[in-house]
C-alpha cells in the first residue's frame, strides 16, 4: 500500500535559517503530493503541492519538488520566521479510482526562535 | 464564504458510549471524507462520502460509520467507544475526488 516517511522532530531553528524536512513515499502509479501545515489547536492548511513528476511547488517561501526518481518531496524554505513554527506533513493522494484520499506522514513539528 | 466547518470543537465521552461528530462541506463542494489524527501522528482516513454513499474505506472497524445528506453535509458516528478513540477527527471537502481538499478544525474528542 501507499506510505509516507518524513523525519522525525522536533526541529529547532532560529530566525532566518534555512528548513530542510524530508519526504520519502511509497505508492503505486503516479501519485500527487501535498505539504500540509497545522499550526496549535487548528486543522490542516494546503501548503503546495505537485501533481506529476518535476514539478515544483511553491508557497509563501516554500518550494518542493516532485523527484520521482528518487521518491522524494522534500520541502525547503529559505529564510523561516517565528511564524512558521508548526507541524509539517507531508501526504500523498492515490488514484481517482480509490477516492483519492490522502495518506500522510507522521507529522515534523518545527520551532522557530526569535 | 465559509470553509468547512465542523461540531462539536470539543467533547468528552465514557467508555462505551456513542458520539456523533457533524460536518458541513466548503460552499460548492459535494465530497466529505474523515480522517482520525492520534495525539502526535498523521491523520489517518476512516472513510469518504459522495452523492451519500460510502466510496472508500480506511482500515477503521464497523464501529465507524458515517452518513451524508442530501445538502453535502456528513456525520460521523462511533459506537462503544474506547479510550483508544480520543484523538482529533477532521473532516476534509472537495470536488468530487478532484485533488483539493479543505479541511476543517477538526473536533477534539476525549474518551474517559
Known amino acids: 500500500g501507499n506510505s509516507v516517511t518524513q523525519m522525525e522532530g522536533p526541529v529547532t531553528l532560529s530566525e532566518e535559517a534555512f528548513l530542510t524536512i524530508n519526504c520519502t513515499y511509497t505508492?503505486?502509479?503516479?501519485?500527487?503530493l501535498f505539504w500540509y501545515v497545522q499550526y496549535p489547536g487548528e486543522g490542516l492548511q494546503l501548503l503546495l503541492k505537485?501533481?506529476?513528476?518535476?514539478d515544483k511547488g511553491s508557497n509563501k517561501g516554500f518550494e518542493a519538488t516532485y523527484r520521482k526518481e528518487t521518491t522524494s518531496f522534500h520541502l525547503e524554505k529559505g529564510s523561516v520566521q517565528v511564524s512558521d513554527s508548526a507541524v509539517y506533513f507531508c501526504?500523498?493522494?492515490?488514484?481517482?479510482?480509490?477516492?483519492?484520499?490522502?495518506?500522510f506522514g507522521g507529522g515534523t513539528r518545527v520551532l522557530v526562535k526569535p | 464564504d465559509a470553509g468547512v466547518t465542523q461540531s462539536p470543537t470539543h467533547l468528552i465521552k465514557t467508555r462505551g458510549q456513542q458520539v456523533t461528530l457533524r460536518c458541513s462541506p466548503k460552499?460548492?463542494?459535494?465530497?466529505v471524507s474523515w480522517y482520525q489524527q492520534a495525539l502526535g501522528q498523521g491523520p489517518q482516513f476512516i472513510f469518504q462520502?459522495?452523492?451519500?454513499?460510502?466510496?472508500q474505506r480506511g482500515n477503521f472497524p464497523d464501529r465507524f460509520s458515517g452518513h451524508q445528506f442530501p445538502n453535502y453535509s456528513s456525520e460521523l458516528n462511533v459506537n462503544a467507544l474506547l479510550l483508544g478513540d480520543s484523538a482529533l477527527y477532521l473532516c476534509?471537502?472537495?470536488?468530487?475526488?478532484?485533488?483539493?481538499?479543505?479541511f476543517g478544525s477538526g473536533t477534539r474528542l476525549t474518551v474517559v
Open positions: 476534509a471537502s472537495s470536488v468530487g475526488t478532484v485533488d483539493g481538499y479543505t
Open positions: 505508492a503505486t502509479g503516479y501519485p500527487s
Open positions: 505537485a501533481t506529476k513528476a518535476d
Open positions: 501526504a500523498l493522494s492515490g488514484s481517482r479510482a480509490a477516492g483519492n484520499k490522502l495518506t
Open positions: 460552499s460548492g463542494h459535494d465530497t
Open positions: 462520502y459522495y452523492e451519500e454513499e460510502e466510496r
